[in-house]
């Protein structure tokens, strides 16, 4: 009977979280079909399919050219942490140097410091780069908080790899360079993909930055687009609109997810089992 009890228990709780995570989500689906008062009524079923927020949406080049920024910026951003975090990852799980473990302390100290406290430095920094109001320096930006995550992640799976390829690959010749491109990235595809992929969506989803750095129209990315909507008045929130828009961008990341959830998981536990 307490089995039982504890089963049912935990179903409940699991349905509770799945509910909580899934129906903002769920209700910005319903509210994007609706317009004009309807928006403004409490529905849980849908009770129209009325697609004019969508092609207000896609009809706005302004927004198509930010959805472009948000996928260069996240690409580069991706791009630039990967190829800094793997030879990083690999210094720090395969040579041996006084304050290593310090040192791997100290980047993962730097993600728990809050945008908004270093964003008059690095607001200072963009402008002496001459960089404001491109997408430099929102991937500087992004890249700098993307590390840490990646670096450590990166870590922990390279010190599980087996010592045993690599002193093979040293007696064959081959470059510290040739082990980590040819050797161990093949290997470490599951922890690549998860940490991609969180550096993409960190990226594609930012806002503070993206605010702080942009001034112009056609270098703002997404999340400041939409935030920009407005209704037809000064007066009036496009709700619909702004769900829409919510809709177009999220479902991306939805499907990136279900496609490599696997790898994911497997990344994320990477080193969390020895032998």
């Known amino acids: 009977m307490m089995r039982y009890l504890k089963s049912v228990a935990f179903y409940a709780v699991v349905v509770v979280i799945v509910v909580v995570s899934v129906f903002p989500f769920y209700y910005a689906i319903i509210t994007s079909f609706k317009t004009g008062t309807a928006l403004f009524s409490i529905d849980y079923l849908p009770t129209s399919f009325d697609l004019s927020n969508y092609r207000g949406v896609l009809d706005s080049p302004n927004f198509i050219r930010s959805v472009l ?6 690409g580069a951003t991706v791009g630039f942490a990967m190829f800094l975090a793997v030879t990083a990852s690999y210094a720090l799980a395969r040579v041996r140097f006084r ?11 730097v993600s728990m410091f809050p945008q908004i406290a ?35 992640v990166l870590t922990t799976f390279m010190r599980d790899l087996p010592l045993e390829i690599e002193e093979a690959a040293i ?9 980590v491109s040819k050797v161990f990235l093949p290997l470490m595809w599951p922890a690549l993909v998860t940490t991609g992929l969180l550096a993409f969506i960190g990226a594609w989803n930012e806002f503070l930055f993206a605010l702080t750095f942009t001034a112009s129209e056609s270098q703002r990315t997404v999340p400041v687009a939409i935030a920009m909507l407005s209704g037809s008045s000064e ?23 279900l496609i490599f959830q696997r790898k994911i998981v497997a990344g994320l536990t990477a080193g969390g089992v020895k032998g």
């Open 99 to 109: 304050g290593r473990a310090l040192l791997l302390m100290s980047i993962l100290a």
């Open 235 to 257: 007066f009036e929130m496009p709700w619909g609109t702004l769900m829409a828009a919510s809709v177009l961008v999220t479902v991306p990341l939805i499907i990136l997810v």
């Open 118 to 152: 270093v964003l008059a430095g690095l607001f200072e920094l963009v402008r002496f780069l001459g960089i404001y109001n491109t997408p430099w320096a929102m991937i500087m930006s992004y890249t700098i908080f993307t590390l840490p995550f990646t670096v450590w």
């Open 171 to 179: 007696i064959d010749g081959a470059t510290p360079w040739d082990i």
């Open 69 to 74: 920024n948000s996928v260069l910026i996240a």
